[in-house]
């Protein structure tokens, strides 16, 4: 039985594998089709294919886009096909991240949908020989003057042609709520059979005819080693070892790169073990974690460094003159792997005259100048063939790996499939960055707060892959908002200054990298910290103060559809979050609820969440067992419910994650941990019982990736420090941590 499984999933795979079908999308259909947008087509049998731009890594992203489209077009869903589509400038910008997907794509796809059925209906009605007016659409049947016709009938007979510009578009009337019938009700998601039935195609999958094998050897930094020299002599021991390869790289993407060329990867595998490369070091390669963070504070220290945000910056200095007590803390995290299952990989090779990049990736649009700058040519010379991701969570917004695969492939004239090993995979990683934070807070002698500053330190990441879309802060500074969003919160605090600071010995170091949550995970882990301590300076119940300071006033009552209703939606879940998890009520010795609080992902994109954290603490042995989360999610419309609860159960864990057993450490300019012996993501067995709850609303849709990942290692925290009375302020929280606080505190 085993056998045969084995040989049938292999059939499997290999007949998804056909080249003319990246990522195992479905061939083109033959006959009429009716496109009235570049997004979807519809043809004979009214089958409806969706074209995906989002990466797909788990999330199921094209059935929750393709829901949108469907709702407004009218179709039955069983009708609905999605196809994840490769890089053409017709698709605009390319990018899966940031929780941005549904947000970005509601607008598009529902204008697109209604497009159809408006054509539709006129069509229909032609067809018919009746007046369009009063027409109606419903499940891929056009109703109109007492007669009906399927959309499919209505392709078949070419009585549709109408096409739309994106003016007209943008005018077009869509449905109410009140009659959608796909958004926010259960449906089957349209990707689950290719993912358990073996037809799914990751591109670690990826093959072609003749193609060689490549490993890299990886030079002793990220950036500025040189190759001395090469020694192959025992890697000719090999069967199937072809070369060794050094990578000349224009876009200087990977220096110092080697890549051990053969005819199979095992051979690869074994060869790269007995190549020999000496190189000279570049940057950082004497660098720890303790100097990283210590640079942080010491750029803390200095007022004039960094940026200062628009929307947060106001002169406090008044404020903490006249203020009756000040508190001020500091708060740091660890450096952050990614870790995704599938390793970084790519093919690459030139077919008529264009190089294929074939390969899992989350920002097309982002790599695309990088490999013509590599390549020495053009980038509509160049296509991206679309496939599975075995998880992103970031680090495939960063294409680097294409680079040397395409240089590779150039150099060598033929197919080279790159493929890292785990332990490759780590040390190329794009890192969250260790970070610092000082958070300041001044009151007055009646339980006001006055003022507060957030100083926020780390290395950053769109500085080292996208400069060109930091924007400049009112001090005329550029920074990356990406490494700083969550500290420009919704709470009223009188005077409040938010200041971004770049540890440029991090960026010289490594290359920092978007990581599930990306800043919200380490600057909400300061907020919510401090406003937990902040309740506990003022003697005063940590959920009450948040409820106080979440007036939605002045610049925090929200301004345009996808904020509307401000820090007063923020205080909402905050309340059914408390409620929901017994805010309260009795709990037995050494165990607490922790409260924390986001609005997720940035500002103008709000998704207000709240989590609660029952936690029980070891006095013993310092061990901290999360018992449950309790999370509140208002994210206006829903879309998908099983994908929205699917998003919001992983973000959470991955918090939990980080907050109690996810960390590594920079030693000699690289990460310590290279496998997971050593690097201990969350194990099932610590897996606590989680309670999602979601705000019903019509309101815009917004992202689910990511905020609660934001708010599960504050609420842990401050639970803590409820059950046994200490204060952790690094993330990972360890049990040795938490014994020496318990030492201390007695």
Same mark, same amino acid.
């Given at each position: 039985?085993?056998?045969?499984?084995?040989?049938?999933?292999?059939?499997?795979?290999?007949?998804?594998?056909?080249?003319?079908?990246?990522?195992?999308?479905?061939?083109?259909?033959?006959?009429?089709?009716?496109?009235?947008?570049?997004?979807?087509?519809?043809?004979?049998?009214?089958?409806?294919?969706?074209?995906?731009?989002?990466?797909?890594?788990?999330?199921?992203?094209?059935?929750?886009?393709?829901?949108?489209?469907?709702?407004?077009?009218?179709?039955?869903? *069983?009708?609905?096909?999605?196809?994840?589509?490769?890089?053409?400038?017709?698709?605009?910008?390319?990018?899966?991240?940031?929780? @941005?997907?549904?947000?970005?794509?509601?607008?598009?796809?529902?204008?697109?949908?209604?497009?159809?059925? /408006?054509?539709?209906?006129?069509?229909?009605?032609?067809?018919?020989?009746?007046?369009?007016?009063?027409?109606?659409? %419903?499940?891929?049947?056009?109703?109109?003057?007492?007669?009906?016709? +399927?959309?499919?009938?209505?392709?078949?007979?070419?009585?549709?042609?109408?096409?739309?510009?994106?003016?007209?578009?943008?005018?077009?009337?869509?449905?109410?709520?009140?009659?959608?019938?796909?958004?926010?009700?259960?449906?089957?998601?349209?990707?689950?059979?290719?993912?358990?039935?073996?037809?799914?195609?990751?591109?670690?999958?990826?093959?072609?005819?003749?193609?060689?094998?490549?490993?890299?050897?990886?030079?002793?930094?990220?950036?500025?080693?040189?190759?001395?020299?090469?020694?192959?002599?025992?890697?000719?021991?090999?069967?199937?070892?072809?070369?060794?390869?050094?990578?000349?790289?224009?876009?200087?993407?990977?220096?110092? @790169?080697?890549?051990?060329?053969?005819?199979?990867?095992?051979?690869?595998?074994?060869?790269?073990?007995?190549?020999?490369?000496?190189?000279?070091?570049?940057?950082?390669?004497?660098?720890?974690?303790?100097?990283?963070?210590?640079?942080? #504070?010491?750029?803390?220290?200095?007022?004039?460094?960094?940026?200062?945000?628009?929307?947060?910056?106001?002169?406090?200095?008044?404020?903490?003159?006249?203020?009756?007590?000040?508190?001020?803390?500091?708060?740091?995290?660890?450096?952050?792997?990614?870790?995704?299952?599938?390793?970084?990989?790519?093919?690459?090779?030139?077919?008529?005259?264009?190089?294929?990049?074939?390969?899992?990736?989350?920002?097309?649009?982002?790599?695309?100048?990088?490999?013509?700058?590599?390549?020495?040519?053009?980038?509509?010379?160049?296509?991206?063939?679309?496939?599975?991701?075995?998880?992103?969570?970031?680090?495939?917004?960063?294409?680097?790996?294409?680079?040397?695969?395409?240089?590779?492939?150039?150099?060598?004239?033929?197919?080279?499939? !790159?493929?890292?090993?785990?332990?490759?995979?780590?040390?190329?990683? +794009?890192?969250?960055?260790?970070?610092?934070?000082?958070?300041?807070?001044?009151?007055?002698?009646?339980?006001?707060? !006055?003022?507060?500053?957030?100083?926020?330190? #780390?290395?950053?990441?769109? !500085?080292?892959?996208?400069?060109?879309?930091?924007?400049?802060?009112?001090?005329?500074?550029?920074?990356?908002?990406?490494?700083?969003?969550?500290?420009?919160?919704?709470?009223?605090?009188?005077?409040?200054?938010?200041?971004? /600071?770049?540890? *440029?010995?991090?960026?010289?170091?490594?290359?920092?990298?978007?990581?599930?949550?990306? $800043?919200?995970?380490?600057?909400?882990? &300061?907020?919510? +910290?401090?406003?937990?301590?902040?309740?506990?300076?003022?003697?005063?119940?940590?959920?009450?103060?948040?409820?106080?300071?979440?007036?939605?006033?002045?610049?925090?009552?929200?301004?345009?559809?996808?904020?509307?209703?401000?820090?007063?939606?923020?205080?909402?879940?905050?309340?059914?979050?408390?409620?929901?998890? $017994?805010?309260?009520?009795?709990?037995?010795?050494?165990?607490?609820?922790?409260?924390?609080?986001?609005?997720?992902?940035?500002?103008?994109?709000?998704? @207000?969440?709240?989590?609660? &954290?029952?936690?029980?603490?070891?006095?013993?042995?310092?061990?901290?067992?999360?018992?449950?989360?309790?999370?509140?999610?208002?994210?206006?419309?829903?879309? *998908?419910?099983?994908?929205?609860?699917?998003?919001?159960?992983?973000?959470?864990?991955?918090?939990?994650?980080?907050?109690?057993?996810?960390?590594?450490?920079?030693?000699?300019?690289?990460?310590?941990?290279?496998?997971?012996?050593?690097?201990?993501?969350? %194990? /099932?067995?610590?897996?606590?019982?989680?309670?999602?709850?979601?705000?019903?609303?019509?309101?815009?849709?917004?992202?689910?990736?990511?905020?609660?990942?934001?708010?599960?290692?504050?609420?842990?925290?401050?639970? /803590?420090?409820?059950?046994?009375?200490?204060?952790?302020?690094?993330?990972?929280?360890?049990?040795?941590?938490?014994?020496?606080?318990?030492?201390?505190?007695?």
């Amino acid at each position: 039985t085993g056998a045969g499984l084995a040989f049938g999933f292999s059939a499997l795979v290999e007949a998804a594998m056909d080249p003319a079908t990246p990522g195992g999308a479905p061939m083109a259909k033959t006959g009429p089709q009716f496109e009235p947008t570049l997004w979807f087509a519809i043809d004979g049998e009214g089958v409806v294919t969706v074209n995906i731009i989002r990466a797909e890594m788990g999330q199921h992203v094209g059935t929750a886009l393709a829901r949108i489209l469907a709702d407004e077009l009218d179709v039955a869903w *069983d009708k609905v096909r999605i196809v994840h589509v490769d890089t053409d400038p017709k698709w605009g910008l390319m990018v899966t991240g940031g929780s @941005w997907s549904v947000w970005q794509t509601f607008p598009i796809f529902s204008q697109a949908g209604a497009a159809g059925r /408006i054509a539709l209906v006129e069509a229909g009605a032609k067809l018919l020989g009746v007046s369009p007016a009063g027409g109606t659409a %419903r499940g891929g049947v056009v109703h109109v003057g007492g007669r009906s016709i +399927s959309y499919g009938d209505i392709v078949k007979r070419g009585g549709v042609a109408r096409q739309f510009t994106p003016d007209e578009l943008a005018k077009l009337p869509i449905k109410p709520a009140t009659e959608r019938k796909l958004i926010g009700k259960p449906g089957k998601a349209l990707d689950i059979a290719a993912k358990t039935n073996g037809t799914a195609v990751y591109g670690i999958d990826a093959k072609v005819p003749g193609m060689v094998f490549a490993r890299p050897k990886l030079p002793p930094t990220r950036h500025g080693a040189k190759v001395l020299s090469v020694d192959d002599g025992a890697a000719k021991k090999i069967k199937g070892y072809l070369r060794c390869l050094t990578i000349e790289d224009p876009s200087d993407t990977v220096p110092g @790169w080697v890549l051990v060329i053969a005819e199979s990867y095992p051979a690869a595998l074994r060869a790269s073990e007995l190549v020999k490369v000496s190189w000279t070091a570049g940057p950082g390669a004497t660098v720890s974690e303790k100097d990283l963070q210590d640079h942080a #504070a010491s750029l803390i220290a200095k007022p004039d460094v960094g940026a200062l945000l628009d929307t947060k910056t106001a002169d406090t200095a008044p404020a903490f003159k006249a203020a009756k007590s000040v508190l001020e803390q500091t708060y740091t995290a660890a450096t952050v792997l990614h870790f995704q299952l599938e390793p970084l990989n790519a093919l690459a090779f030139e077919r008529d005259g264009v190089m294929e990049i074939h390969t899992g990736n989350q920002w097309q649009s982002l790599i695309l100048p990088t490999l013509a700058k590599a390549l020495g040519r053009p980038e509509t010379k160049i296509v991206m063939r679309t496939y599975m991701l075995g998880g992103g969570f970031g680090r495939r917004l960063n294409g680097d790996y294409a680079v040397p695969a395409a240089l590779a492939a150039k150099a060598l004239g033929r197919p080279v499939k !790159l493929v890292l090993t785990r332990e490759d995979d780590v040390r190329f990683d +794009s890192v969250r960055s260790p970070s610092v934070q000082t958070v300041r807070m001044a009151f007055d002698g009646a339980g006001n707060i !006055l003022a507060q500053e957030h100083h926020a330190a #780390a290395g950053w990441p769109t !500085l080292a892959n996208a400069p060109a879309l930091m924007p400049k802060g009112k001090n005329g500074v550029a920074y990356d908002p990406f490494a700083v969003s969550g500290a420009d919160h919704w709470y009223e605090v009188g005077a409040h200054k938010v200041r971004a /600071i770049n540890n *440029d010995l991090a960026n010289e170091t490594f290359r920092p990298g978007w990581l599930r949550s990306v $800043g919200p995970g380490w600057t909400n882990w &300061a907020g919510e +910290s401090f406003i937990d301590e902040a309740a506990h300076h003022l003697k005063t119940d940590p959920v009450a103060l948040r409820l106080k300071l979440l007036t939605g006033a002045g610049a925090n009552a929200g301004g345009d559809a996808s904020t509307k209703g401000g820090a007063k939606r923020q205080a909402e879940v905050v309340r059914r979050a408390a409620e929901a998890a $017994g805010w309260g009520q009795p709990l037995p010795k050494d165990t607490a609820l922790g409260l924390a609080t986001s609005f997720g992902q940035e500002r103008d994109m709000p998704t @207000w969440v709240a989590c609660v &954290a029952k936690v029980h603490v070891n006095r013993a042995n310092g061990v901290v067992t999360v018992q449950k989360l309790t999370l509140v999610t208002d994210a206006g419309t829903i879309v *998908d419910p099983d994908g929205a609860r699917a998003q919001t159960e992983g973000a959470a864990l991955w918090g939990l994650s980080m907050a109690l057993h996810e960390g590594t450490a920079f030693v000699n300019g690289e990460v310590k941990d290279l496998n997971l012996d050593t690097y201990t993501p969350l %194990r /099932i067995s610590d897996t606590p019982e989680l309670d999602i709850r979601f705000v019903d609303s019509v309101e815009v849709p917004v992202g689910l990736g990511e905020p609660a990942t934001t708010v599960v290692a504050p609420a842990i925290a401050n639970a /803590i420090f409820r059950a046994v009375g200490v204060r952790l302020r690094h993330i990972p929280i360890s049990s040795a941590a938490v014994m020496d606080a318990l030492s201390a505190k007695a």
